[in-house]
């Protein structure tokens, strides 16, 4: 039997696979497709999911593949302004940039970690039935179909990452609320002459919507992104790419934008329709949705990818600490009560992004076509700001993002330093720890729960494989601070008070069960 069975090899659904198995589950991933989706869509990573992903050990070759000092140019009529998105005023993270690569790679690199913990992707597989099974409901039966037939397997969750279109919602019977949009997306692999800087994001402000240009394309050296009104009949699902887009209507879209460029060969096109949604909810029973299975919105700030992996980090380790346990609900609602309001807000952001962005109102289309260009000659002052430039992807980022009203987040005796609130994201910092400087994100990079112990904390006894335990010298004081495996705060307190930390451990599942050392001991 499988602990979790992950429906959807995605970058959710392979983040949810390792983040679950890293803290000791047992994990069967499949995913309907016979091969991996091809192009990539997604081309950006912000620095929130690279924290978040550091834990696994992935993120140095996710850098390595990326460009880390992205640099974009602004044509705004017959001017440039150039942008740098690397060294920005981000002090308390070790990824001050945004990272540019290709969703492609994101996910041979999850799928590589999951291998090298002997889980492979199961292609060619669809789950086609889920029912609840067990002494009170508490495994499920999945019904899987393949080209080798029908098979029955049982697992404790099903963590449903299969897109817009997902089954394990249909299954669910949760509500799937929202609207289209108007606007379509256009996406070409293309060969380009021109006076265009080469490795550069190339953004082109036109009346008709924006034009972006990334030297990130796949068997071409420019991946050209566009939005236009829909066009004809729907030849795909939503979110999925349609049929080729003709050569002259590329072009087209380029002129309209003021970019000097004409195509030389298109490699690849297609039309995506979008939409903006949210699931009712993201879990039924056992039955648990994240990334595009739980939302979808346009592409405007770089953030389907990023949100589902930052689910997905939030997801596994709760799916994996509550597999041995037989009271979790806690535990198990406090995903979705953490997460669907992240995407109420992201559904909000990109919206009002993507309506400045592709809409052909008559407002947004002035400002695009005739402001912007207007105002070129004030952006290079605007641009030096460094300041503003931090704070807008600290937004996009979701570096800002808590968990307050979390029932994981817990206040024990009063503590000494009152800044640092359950629920926040442990901010990273230089600390003293065992004689040796370090960042506190080092600290905490593997999985489990950390344990930061200030300068005079009493020493707690044992706590189990599943927790580590730092003393934090350079801060003085009695407090503890518990930080979550997904890089939040979940306990602080002053005077460390046995019985609450442990209460604590108890509630997220951190604690060993009765009889035992703990499912996922054998992890750490």
Not at 490 to 511: E, I, K, M, N
Request: hydrophobic content about 40%; charged content about 20%.
């Amino acid at each position: 039997m499988t602990d979790v069975l992950v429906v959807g090899a995605g970058p959710a659904g392979l983040t949810t696979a390792l983040q679950a198995v890293a803290h000791g589950a047992s994990v069967r991933v499949v995913e309907r497709r016979p091969d991996a989706f091809r192009p990539s869509r997604a081309l950006i990573v912000h620095p929130r999911t690279l924290e978040c992903l550091r834990p696994l050990g992935v993120t140095g070759e996710l850098l390595d593949r990326g460009d880390i000092a992205p640099r974009a140019e602004l044509h705004l009529g017959h001017r440039r302004v150039s942008v740098e998105l690397s060294g920005l005023d981000l002090p308390d993270t070790a990824f001050p940039h945004l990272t540019l690569v290709r969703q492609a790679d994101v996910e041979e690199v999850l799928a590589q970690a999951l291998a090298r913990r002997g889980v492979t992707i199961e292609r060619g597989v669809e789950l086609t039935d889920a029912a609840f099974t067990g002494y009170g409901g508490g495994l499920v039966r999945a019904t899987l179909r393949s080209a080798a037939g029908i098979e029955d397997t049982t697992c404790r969750f099903v963590a449903g990452c299969d897109g817009p279109d997902s089954t394990v919602r249909r299954l669910a019977g949760i509500g799937w609320r929202g609207a289209s949009y108007r606007q379509e997306v256009v996406l070409a692999d293309v060969e380009l002459t021109g006076d265009l800087s080469p490795g550069v994001v190339h953004v082109a402000a036109g009346r008709n919507g924006l034009l972006f240009v990334f030297s990130l394309g796949e068997g071409a050296t420019w991946r050209l992104l566009a939005t236009r009104p829909v066009r004809g009949a729907p030849d795909a699902a939503f979110g999925q790419p349609g049929g080729d887009v003709p050569t002259p209507e590329l072009q087209r879209l380029i002129a309209d934008s003021g970019l000097a460029a004409t195509i030389a060969e298109v490699r690849w096109s297609a039309k995506v329709r979008l939409q903006h949604r949210l699931a009712a909810a993201y879990r039924y029973g056992r039955l648990f949705l994240a990334g595009d299975a739980a939302h979808t919105h346009s592409p405007a700030g770089g953030q389907g990818m990023n949100t589902g992996i930052q689910d997905a980090v939030n997801l596994g380790w709760k799916l994996a600490y509550a597999a041995d346990r037989e009271r979790c609900s806690e535990l198990l609602d406090s995903y979705g009560r953490e997460r669907r309001p992240v995407a109420r807000k992201v559904l909000a952001m990109t919206h009002l992004i993507f309506f400045a962005e592709a809409s052909t109102h008559p407002l947004p289309a002035f400002l695009r076509g005739t402001l912007a260009p207007l105002a070129a000659p004030a952006a290079p002052l605007l641009m030096r700001q460094r300041r503003l430039l931090a704070e807008g992807v600290r937004t996009l980022s979701q570096l800002r993002v808590n968990y307050h009203g979390s029932p994981l987040s817990q206040v024990g005796t009063a503590p000494a330093d009152r800044q640092l609130q359950p629920g926040d994201r442990l901010p990273d910092a230089t600390v003293t720890c065992d004689g040796r400087t370090v960042r506190l994100h080092e600290l905490t990079a593997s999985p489990g729960i950390h344990l930061l112990l200030s300068r005079d904390t009493e020493q707690p006894d044992p706590l189990g494989p599943r927790v580590h335990v730092h003393r934090l010298t350079s801060r003085p004081g009695g407090d503890l601070v518990a930080v979550r495996p997904d890089g939040y705060v979940g306990l602080h307190s002053g005077p460390a008070d046995p019985v609450v930390l442990r209460s604590w451990l108890d509630l997220v599942g951190a604690s060993p069960p009765c009889g035992g050392t703990g499912h996922g001991a054998s992890s750490y």
